[in-house]
T-cell receptor, first 113, second 114 residues
Framework: KAGVTQTPRYLIKTRGQQVTLSCSPISGHRSVSWYQQTPGQGLQFLFEYFSETQRNKGNFPGRFSGRQFSNSRSEMNVSTLELGDSALYLC????????????FGQGTRLTVV | GEDVEQSLFLSVREGDSSVINCTYTDSSSTYLYWYKQEPGAGLQLLTYIFSNMDMKQDQRLTVLLNKKDKHLSLRIADTQTGDSAIYFCAEKGISGAGSYQLTFGKGTKLSVIP
C-alpha cells in the first residue's frame, strides 16, 4: 500500500510569488491535514479537510488556503509569499476525521528567497 | 491554547534505556502519540495510547500515561544508534469547531552514543 505522497519535495520561490503544494493520501483515507514545521515555532496545524470540506483551520493568515478533491487528494496554496513562510510543509492522512492514526508524508521543503 | 511540553535534548549510551517525557494541558485529549523524525524526513508514527489507558508496550517501546498529572513518557529499551532522531509528543483534542487536531511538542532530540 503506497504511503502519503507529497509533491514537490523541494521548492524555491521568490517573495511575493504564490505556491501550490500537493498531497495524495493513503488509498481509502478521506481526511487530510496540513502542518507547517519551522525551527522556531515547531509543528503548527494549518487546516484539515474531509470529504472536500474544510473541517478545521489553524491560526494562519488568509494567504494560506487549501482544498480537497473528490479523490481525497489535497492542495494547499500560499499567496504573496514572505520569507517567514520558509518551512517544511507536512501532510497527514487519516481514514476518517476522528481516526486514531495519522500518517505523514515526507513533506515539501519550501524556501522563500 | 492547548500546550505540549518536552525537554529538547537527551543523550544516552547505546544499549541503555531512553526515557523521553512530555506534559500536556488539554483535558479533552483523546489520544496521545509519539512520532519520530529523522533528518530530512517526515514524521513516522511510533505508537499511541488512548487517554483512558495507563500503559502500552510495543516491542522495545513502552508508553506510560499519568492522566491525573497529564504526563506521558516514552521508554526505548536497548537504545540503538538508529534510534537517534527527534521524537515528538502529540495530543489529539477536540477543537472549538468540533473537529480534531494534533498539537505537537517542540520535539526531543535523542542522541545515542556508540
Amino acid at each position: 500500500k503506497a504511503g502519503v505522497t507529497q509533491t514537490p519535495r523541494y521548492l524555491i520561490k521568490t517573495r511575493g510569488q504564490q505556491v501550490t503544494l500537493s498531497c495524495s493520501p493513503i488509498s481509502g483515507h478521506r481526511s487530510v491535514s496540513w502542518y507547517q514545521q519551522t525551527p522556531g515555532q515547531g509543528l503548527q496545524f494549518l487546516f484539515e479537510y474531509f470529504s472536500e470540506t474544510q473541517r478545521n483551520k489553524g491560526n494562519f493568515p488568509g494567504r494560506f488556503s487549501g482544498r480537497q478533491f473528490s479523490n481525497s487528494r489535497s492542495e494547499m496554496n500560499v499567496s504573496t509569499l514572505e520569507l517567514g513562510d520558509s518551512a517544511l510543509y507536512l501532510c497527514a492522512s487519516s481514514l476518517e476525521v476522528a481516526t486514531t492514526e495519522a500518517f505523514f508524508g515526507q513533506g515539501t521543503r519550501l524556501t522563500v528567497v | 491554547g492547548e500546550d505540549v511540553e518536552q525537554s529538547l535534548f537527551l543523550s544516552v549510551r547505546e544499549g541503555d534505556s531512553s526515557v523521553i517525557n512530555c506534559t500536556y494541558t488539554d483535558s479533552s485529549s483523546t489520544y496521545l502519540y509519539w512520532y519520530k523524525q529523522e533528518p530530512g524526513a517526515g514524521l513516522q508514527l511510533l505508537t499511541y495510547i488512548f487517554s483512558n489507558m495507563d500503559m502500552k508496550q510495543d516491542q522495545r517501546l513502552t508508553v506510560l500515561l499519568n492522566k491525573k498529572d497529564k504526563h506521558l513518557s516514552l521508554r526505548i529499551a536497548d537504545t540503538q544508534t538508529g534510534d537517534s532522531a527527534i521524537y515528538f509528543c502529540a495530543e489529539k483534542g477536540i477543537s472549538g469547531a468540533g473537529s480534531y487536531q494534533l498539537t505537537f511538542g517542540k520535539g526531543t532530540k535523542l542522541s545515542v552514543i556508540p
